[in-house]
């Protein structure tokens, strides 16, 4: 049974420390989308990779936050410095798109992020 | 541009009564939605999804949607409630970005909770 596997699943880090959230997408995918998850902000898209090119990641702050795909089996999400208001769950998903079509995305189980 | 709108933030019923959660989207031409669920401390689930096929979808646990284009509402229903059905329930519509495939706009969510 494929899934989106993400580590850590838990994080607790001091603010001013970097972070890092990596994400393997099922094996066959194309596209690779980050979230966040808050009470306050819901799921919210913080961007999103077809064939490891970056095609939206307006949702990030851009001074702190950088998404990468190294490779096909592998994205990151990193935040350099981190701060309290980034304590939220970060969500991987991963899919298969042509075209115009949109396939359904899985999601990985989470990383909880505790900025203290 | 795409929108989702769920009616009701929290939904309570009783184990074996009829769940009804409410969904309306707002889309310039036919769109793709989903359903998922996330239980607790979990990552999302797909329950089922529509994509210009047949108007009623039927996906796991139970639980179907039907997609009425003139009321633009894509409720999910299930007969019968079980206690595991308790969870947060999310609808989604997918935003197409040009040739490059769909990126999901999900609803604010609706907890459904589900009493012996």
């Known amino acids: 049974d494929a899934r989106v596997t993400q580590t850590p699943r838990h994080k607790v880090t001091e603010m001013g420390q970097e972070v890092t959230m990596r994400c393997q997408p099922i094996?066959?995918?194309?596209?690779v989308f980050w979230y966040r998850q808050t009470m306050m902000q819901g799921l919210e898209l913080l961007a999103y990779?077809?064939?490891?090119?970056?095609?939206?990641d307006s949702g990030m702050p851009k001074d702190r936050f950088s998404a990468e795909m190294p490779d096909a089996t592998l994205a990151t999400l990193k935040i350099q410095p981190s701060e309290p208001r980034d304590s939220a769950v970060y969500f991987c998903?991963?899919?298969?798109?042509?075209?115009?079509?949109?396939?359904?995305?899985?999601f990985g189980p989470g990383t909880r992020l505790t900025v203290l | 541009a795409q929108s989702v709108t769920q009616l009701d933030s929290h939904v309570s019923v009783s184990e074996g009564t009829p769940v009804l959660l409410r969904c309306n989207y707002s889309?310039?031409?036919?769109?793709?939605l989903f359903w998922y669920v996330q239980h607790p401390n979990k990552g999302l689930q797909l329950l089922l999804k529509?994509?210009?096929?047949?108007?009623l979808v039927k996906g796991i646990n139970g639980f179907e949607a039907e997609f009425k284009k003139s009321e633009t509402s894509f409720h999910l229903t299930k007969p019968s409630a079980h206690m595991s059905d308790a969870a947060e329930y999310f609808c989604?519509?997918?935003?197409?970005?040009?040739?490059?495939?769909?990126?999901?706009?999900f609803g604010q969510g609706t907890e459904l909770s589900v009493k012996p």
């Open positions: 998903a991963s899919g298969f798109s042509q075209w115009a079509s949109t396939d359904t995305q899985y």
């Open positions: 094996l066959g995918h194309n596209t």
């Open positions: 990779f077809r064939n490891r090119a970056p095609l939206d």
């Open positions: 889309s310039s031409y036919s769109p793709s």
């Open positions: 529509y994509t210009s096929a047949a108007t």
């Open positions: 989604v519509v997918s935003e197409s970005i040009g040739n490059q495939g769909g990126k999901l706009i």
